[in-house]
């Protein structure tokens, strides 16, 4: 499994404005605050929204502490997307919030 920091996923976004990131955190943590641009499908829906996720494309996942997202990793990686897992989650992030 791809991961990288969140010191390294802040830098890739500033480089990468059309970067594809996926929050799977639950709608109240979300709340809170998000990755700005980030797209919200909590990880239990995953499964029925993977029409919604273009697989031509590379998508980093976001969690709370990086397990969730870990386990979102895994999953769409056995499905065939190119995914990396942001390791560390929010708790770790030090960039900007929505």
Aim: hydrophobic fraction near 30%.
């Amino acid at each position: 499994m791809k991961s990288m920091t969140t010191q390294e996923v802040q830098e890739y976004i500033k480089n990468n404005p059309e970067a594809s990131l996926i929050d799977v955190r639950e709608t109240e943590e979300v709340a809170g605050g998000k990755i700005p641009g980030a797209e919200h499908i909590p990880l239990g829906l995953l499964e029925f929204r993977l029409q919604d996720i273009d697989k031509s494309k590379e998508h980093i996942m976001v969690c709370r502490s990086g397990n969730r997202s870990g386990q979102a990793t895994r999953f769409l990686e056995d499905r065939g997307y190119n995914v990396i897992n942001m390791d560390g989650g929010m708790m770790n992030w030090e960039g900007d919030t929505e």
